[in-house]
């Protein structure tokens, strides 16, 4: 990290939710659990990790997502995969 960058976004999803049974990652992530697997709670924070689970119920694969504002960025991201588990990692441009 130069002394000409700043950091926008950081988290290390070191808290926990308010209430155990709901999705509230909080810190400015959105999900979809809501419209896409019935409000069924996908993304758990959980030792100081998020932890993404697909629904039984849910239609498509869970997204999660923060919208910073920015317009010339460096992503830095960590992964913990469990075995034979799937990611995908998109950067849209949303309001196009
Ligand atoms: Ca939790
Ligand atoms: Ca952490």
Known sequence: MGPDKTILLFD???RDEPAPDK???GNGWETDSKG???GK???DLDNG???VTLAAA???VVSVWHDPAYSNVLVELRFQ???GSDLAVHFADMRR
Do not use: T
């Open 12 to 14: 290390d999803f070191e």
């Open 49 to 51: 990790a998020l932890h």
């Open 58 to 60: 849910a239609d498509r």
């Open 23 to 25: 999705e509230m990652v």
């Open 36 to 38: 896409r697997a019935g």
């Open 41 to 43: 709670k996908q993304v």
């Open 81 to 83: 995969l469990a075995e």
